[in-house]
Nanobody, 120 residues
């Protein structure tokens, strides 16, 4: 069972910055993609960013130009640098890892979530 350990999060003022990190408990596994989702109060979980092993990166329109994802493939770690934070970025941020299975498919694993609160 793969566990994802998240760090970062907390309270920040609007316009400020924050960094989140996530590490898979097993560095020997093959992770196809890693990324971050978030869930704001009263809303559904939404994708923030995804990055694949070959370097492809995808961002939601709401964070483009403000958030930057980085990944260490060897360590199965993904980080999210969040700049110019806005009140609407408030929510619980979840790390996601798409892990290759022996059967040739992908298995999703989620972190427990870390809360980000942006005060206006």
């Amino acid at each position: 069972q793969v566990q994802l350990v998240e760090s970062g999060g907390g309270l920040v003022q609007a316009g400020g910055s924050m960094r989140l990190s996530c590490t898979a408990s097993d560095s020997s596994i093959s992770v196809e993609a890693m990324g971050w989702y978030r869930q704001a109060p009263g809303k559904e979980r939404e994708m923030v960013t995804l990055t694949t092993t070959n370097g492809y990166k995808k961002y939601s329109d709401s964070v483009k130009g403000r958030f930057t994802v980085s990944r260490d493939n060897a360590a199965n770690t993904v980080s999210l640098q969040m700049d110019n934070l806005k009140a609407e970025d408030t929510g619980v941020y979840y790390c996601l890892a798409d892990v290759d299975t022996d059967a040739g498919g992908l298995q999703n694993y989620w972190g427990p979530g870390t809360r980000v609160t942006v005060s206006s």
